[in-house]
């Protein structure tokens, strides 16, 4: 059911996409007003090599906007660099969402302003940045709509909204090994015999924190994780994977709670059982 309402939101995001394209022209500004929500393109100077940048989405009240991985049912945002002049690499990194449960079933979302990190890197450290954007990302309060964004920002040294990005870093996930002695680790991942590829997941957290949990696969591997039960311990289902798939997968684990994210890679088989 999960994978049929991803497909399904994949298919009407594709054709209303089409639709903003035709209907929205691409402007030269950094920010861009969007179905319920309004996109900036900041700037926050220098960061040692590379350019700190940002892709803030504001959204009205009630409103939602997507992870990287939506969940069950949503639509991934999408961005194109391709107008940029002199940069040679881009990298978005995404704080942590929260979990969102309604009869179109879990997904893994934004709520109120979000800003995504972005560190960019120059062709040319001498030379003057532009960041360039085309975005796409999905506005959701009944029904998800896609909302575009055309933007550019020059990369500046005094970068005015570098307090803004810093903050959202903080709330980036932060690579940590499984069984790590922290207060917020992912401790044992172990296999559960159901119908379809099962792994319980066991995590330690703050006292009196509730964890969420959210796993990634590779393309085409997609998996649903319960709330956690009263032992910190949560369920990871594999729902839909390549039929001829072979190890190593990697899965990434991240693990939010007491307002702290960490990311815990592990290895399964083809399977979808750990290594």
Known sequence: ??????????????????????????????????????????????????????????????????????????LPPRFDWSGS????????????????????????????????????????RAKPVKLAMAAEYGVCKDICIPARADMSVDLTADGPDRSAIEAALTKVPRPQGLGAQSELSVLAVEPVTYDKPTLSVTVRAPDGAKPSLFAEGPENWFFSTSPPDDTNRFTVTVEEKPKDASGPVPLRLTLVAGGRAIETEVSLDGNGQPR
């Open 1 to 74: 059911m999960a994978f049929m309402l991803r497909v399904a939101s994949i298919a009407i995001f594709s054709i209303l996409s089409v639709s903003a394209v035709v209907a929205q022209p691409v402007k030269s500004s950094d920010s861009a007003q969007g179905f319920h929500s309004r996109a900036r393109l900041v700037s926050g100077g220098r960061q040692g090599d590379a350019w700190l940048a940002g892709i803030e989405i504001t959204l009205d009240p009630g409103f939602k906007t997507y992870w990287r991985n939506p969940g069950d049912s949503g």
């Open 85 to 124: 002049e002199n940069v040679a690499d881009v990298e978005i990194r995404y704080p942590a969402p929260y979990r969102h449960e309604d009869a179109a079933g879990v997904s893994y979302v934004y709520g109120k302003r979000v800003v995504l990190p972005v560190i960019v890197k120059a062709k040319d």
